[in-house]
């Protein structure tokens, strides 16, 4: 496939996901970057770069390789040779002089890290059948540099995406969200908020933004489970007690990606359970009693093969 054709399949996958979750390119497309390294070609390739402010002194620069293929064309054997070699380019690329120059900013801390995007375009592939994670097992990667957003990854963001868009139209997200990371908390007690979402909670199973628009505290968390269980539901709303979501919101609502039929039976089933357990005669009970949740509207991610001249593979 040629360049150009991956550039504008990049551009749509970036401009309609990526940059939803606080992520912004840095420069132009397809840019050659001068080698230091005598033992390599002359130059390396970059699809383009994506940066997010990471703390108030550091930035993350994504130096980015987009795969377009079918379902016959994703191959594990495939994807190992082309996450080799962008681990490989990455580790050149965080001491080349012309790529520090051209995008990096002057902060205290940076990361430069790679990310293989490995876009499905014919939305048939089945990560039942075949397992490209158990390939990248014995891979020779930089692997706290180096990630991977697999056609499942990429089809539950762009479905995220779309949600938000979809909710912020309507006015139930703030034009410009923030997002509660997690595993950070302030010295209040609070979640830690962001403008941008790091590539380690893009790879994770939840997903959870601070919605609030007046008095009225509420979140929305996006989640890739199915709810399935009794169980699973005890966990995410001790998730959100654990991590102060809880504690500050009159509202809740999950978003499931592919829900289980009981879902919503499962969800009151948990409530209950905690109400009598955990939090029996706790004041968090009546926030508990009215989480809610739903399924995302999903629709498959098509970067139009045919609209944006994407030749054949």
């Known amino acids: 496939m040629e360049r150009g054709e991956i550039a504008r399949i990049a551009e749509k996958l970036f401009t309609e996901v990526m940059s939803i979750f606080g992520w912004q390119q840095l420069g132009g497309w397809n840019q050659d970057i001068k080698c230091e390294n005598k033992k390599h070609t002359a130059e390396h390739c970059v699809d383009a770069v994506l940066h997010y402010k990471e703390s108030e002194n550091c930035y993350v620069y994504v130096t980015t390789d987009v795969k377009s293929y079918s379902k016959a064309s994703i191959t594990p054997g495939r994807t190992r040779n082309q996450i080799e070699k962008l681990s490989e380019d990455n580790r050149c690329l965080r001491t080349a ?135 699973e539901w005890c966990y995410l709303l001790l998730f959100c007690y654990k991590h102060s979501i809880l504690k500050d919101a009159t509202k809740i609502k999950f978003m499931l990606m592919s829900p289980s039929p009981n879902y919503s039976i499962n969800l009151g089933q948990a409530k209950n359970r905690l109400c009598e357990g955990h939090f029996a005669g706790d004041e968090f009970q009546p926030r508990l009693k009215e989480i809610t949740a739903d399924a995302i509207q999903t629709q498959n991610p098509v970067f139009d093969p045919v609209a944006i001249g994407e030749g054949s593979r």
């Open 97 to 231: 002089p012309q790529y520090l120059e051209r995008y990096t900013l002057k902060t205290p801390k940076k990361r430069i890290i790679s990310l293989l995007f490995l876009y499905n375009r014919d939305n048939e592939f089945d990560p039942e059948r075949t397992n490209l994670k158990h390939e990248i097992v014995g891979a020779n990667l930089d692997k706290e540099n180096c990630y991977i957003f697999y056609p499942e990854r990429i089809q539950f963001l762009h479905a995220v995406a779309r949600d938000i868009e979809i909710k912020q139209n309507r006015g139930e997200i703030p034009k410009n969200p923030k997002f509660v990371l997690h595993n950070k908390e302030t010295k209040k007690n609070k979640p830690y908020e962001s403008p941008s979402l790091p590539i380690e909670y893009l790879l994770g199973g939840i997903i959870v933004i601070n919605t609030t628009q007046s008095l009225q505290e509420s979140y929305i968390i996006y989640y890739t489970g199915q709810g399935n269980s009794e169980s």
